[in-house]
Structures are given as structure tokens and as C-alpha cells.
């Protein structure tokens, strides 16, 4: 009865057109009406609301949100193409592998597959279309290779699933996404190399070491964002939160005084952004907070793990029931709050067959990243489709391949754990 209530009222929510965060915490208030006084319900909503973005860890987030937004606007997209274009341009479909390597430098970099999609689609969408790529593949290829950035470090997402998890490191997680975010790249980059030999596509000219080392030394101030914040977390320097901050400087003295894309009066308009990105990613997070102590009143995650357990006890049944439902939801929900509500639900059934919460998280993270660019809520999808100018219907045809190959990429993440666990492992954070 309850999870029918929650479910419908749900979803009645989102097929009316409401925001997912008013979604998830008007449903989970009517349900927690039904179940208890008014008086009671509400002030427990409010508390649990309180309390979920209570934490020191989640001020990281804000921090990694404004160092996205000031990078973003800082000039760092073209320099990073020229950096692609230099190691993979004279490869046969080089433009193609260049967008892919681009986003996913600058995914991790921002922290922003959004910003990725934007940025990189914005510059290589009409140099692909001069070299004979359809725009379509273009926006397909982009829409995909921006989400790869989610994975890598820093990630406002692996820290969501860290407090959701309830004790997995910050820093383990951080490092554990290097390889799986690597592979899915790979992955793609496959598919358009095929994509190019197919349609015999031109290679960029070749260019001369001075150009390469020019390109190299524009990008790098932009490169060791990544290696001053993992370094330091890694050494024990300094925590994930002080890492944020520490990129919010970085970030600034490197837009304003290195590469003077931005201007003192730039930073408002900067500030005001990155507070109403917070302001989304916070009530996200306390409304799937709420609807999580929801679940595990009324006993619903021990009762998903019974069923899943008695379903079948063979790990490889399970966790690709699991990924299936997963991508299933991130089609339709945004990657923070199915992280909060899935986590606690999952996370007892995988450790029961044996799969560490830390494998499991980048597991979850690179599924729903998935979501990101699938209809009909793919927010990524959409981005590149406008930057492109293209529609959902013309990009479904070439976004299948690439669909296939992050599955392929998830599959190999979901049953070989050394992936997401050899560097960690080696680092000492497992």
C-alpha cells in the first residue's frame, strides 16, 4: 500500500512536468501523511530534510560547483582541443577521438558533464562538420563522452555516494574512478574509429613537436587542477572539502591572472550561477534524504534484498538485475537523487554476494551516467542536441553504437573488480 502510494504519486508528479526534487519530497510527505499524524509527518520531513545536508562532507560540493562554473568560463575548452588534436588529430577519424578525449578532460576538470557537453560540442560540432562528420554523430559523440568526466576526479557525485554509502572513502572513490572512466572513453573511441574507417574519414595534417609542446604547455595550468587536488587528498594534505576550497583558488588565480578569460565583474555573475546550481543539488539531496529514511522505516530495502536473494544467489544474475534496473531509473531520474534512494536499497544486497561498497559505487556512478544520455530525461542528451542543432529523433540511429560500447564498458566495471579496485589498492585507500 505504501510503496503503491509513493510510486504513483511519484510519477503523477514528474508526467506533470514538476522539478524531480518537489517530486520526490511532495510524495514522500503524502505518503508519510498516510502513514502517520500530520504534526508528526511533516516535522519529521523537516528534520530528515535538515539533517541530510548537514554534513562537512557536502560542503565539498559547493567548492567543486564554483571551481566547475570559473573553469568553464575560463578559456580552459579550447586549449584542452588543442592538446587533443596535437596527441590524436592525425589518427583516421582524429576528430572524433579528439572530441571524446576532449570532453573527457574537461568533464573532469569541471566536474560538469552539462558543461563538458556545452563547451566541447560548442567547438568541435562545426570543425567535425567541416572534416564530413554528421552533426548528428557529433552531438551523439559528445553527449556520451561528456558523461565520462563524472567518473574521474573530482566528482560532486562519487561524494553523494560516499555519505549515501555511510563510510567509503572520498579519496578511495576518487581514484577508483581513474580506470573505469578511462575505459568508457576507450570504449567510445573504438566506436569512432569504426565510424570513421566505415565512412572513410580524412585525418587532421600532421603537426611538429614545437606544436605539440605549445599546445601541451597552454593546457597544462588547466591538467594539474586534477593533480593538485587527487595529490593532495592522496598524501593526506588535506581532506576532500579543503580540496574544493583549494580548487576554488586555483581556479580563480588560473582564469583571472594566468589566462585572462575573466574579469573582476565576471565573479558575480559567476557566484550568483554556481548558487542556484547548490541550491538544486542541495534540495536534491534532503528530499532524497527524507524519502531514503522513508524506505527504511517501512523496512523496504531488507524486503528488496530478501526478494533479490530469493530470486536467485548467483552474483552475475543479481548484479545485472541490478544494472538493468538502474539504467531503467537514470532514464528517468537525476544521477543525486537516485544515488540517495538506491544506495541503501542495493548496497546490503551486493555486499551479501560479495561486492565491496566501493566497487559497487563506481558500478552505480557509470550506470547512471548512462541516464545522462538517454531520453527521456537525458539532460546531457538534450544539451548536445541544442549545441548541434539537431533533435532527439536524428541522433538516436548513431547514438546506439555508443550506447552498446558503455555497456560493454559497464559490464566490464560490474564483473571485474580489479578495475575500479586495483588503484586504490595499490594507493593503500582499500
Known sequence: ????????????????????????????????????????????????????????????????????????????????????????????????????????LFGAISGSAVAAASAIGGFMTPE???????????????????????????????????????GVSIGALFIAGYLPGLLVALSLMVVCAVYAKVYNLPRSERITLGQFVRAGARAFPSLFLVVLVIGGIIGGIFTATEAGAIAVIYALVLSVFVYREISLKDIMPIMLKSAETTAIVMLLISTSVGLSWLLSFHDIPSNVAEALLALSDNPIVIFLIINLVLLIVGSFMDMTPAVLIFTPIFLPVVIELGMSPLHFGIMMVLNLSIGLCTPPVGSVLFVSCAVAKTSIMEIIRPIMPLYVAMFVALMLVTYVPAISEFLPTLFGLL
Not at 520531513?45 to 545536508?53: E, F, H, L, P
Not at 567541416?130 to 568526466?149: D, I, L
Open 128 to 166: 567535425m562538420e567541416k572534416e564530413g562528420y554528421k552533426r548528428n554523430f557529433s552531438a551523439a559523440v559528445t553527449a556520451t563522452s561528456a558523461t565520462t568526466g563524472l567518473l574521474i576526479p573530482p566528482s560532486n557525485i562519487l561524494i553523494v555516494y560516499a555519505i549515501a554509502s555511510g
Open 1 to 104: 500500500m505504501i510503496e503503491a502510494v509513493l510510486l504513483i504519486s511519484f510519477f503523477i508528479l514528474l508526467a506533470i512536468g514538476l522539478p524531480v526534487a518537489f517530486c520526490i519530497g511532495i510524495a514522500t510527505l503524502l505518503t508519510l501523511l498516510l502513514s502517520i499524524d500530520a504534526d508528526p509527518a511533516i516535522l519529521t520531513m523537516a528534520q530528515r530534510m535538515v539533517s541530510g545536508v548537514n554534513s562537512f562532507a557536502l560542503l565539498a560540493i559547493p567548492l567543486f560547483i564554483v571551481s566547475g562554473v570559473i573553469m568553464g568560463q575560463g578559456g580552459i575548452a579550447k586549449r584542452l582541443i588543442d592538446f587533443a588534436k596535437c596527441m590524436l588529430g592525425m589518427i583516421p577519424g582524429g576528430l572524433a577521438l579528439v572530441n571524446v578525449l576532449s570532453c573527457t
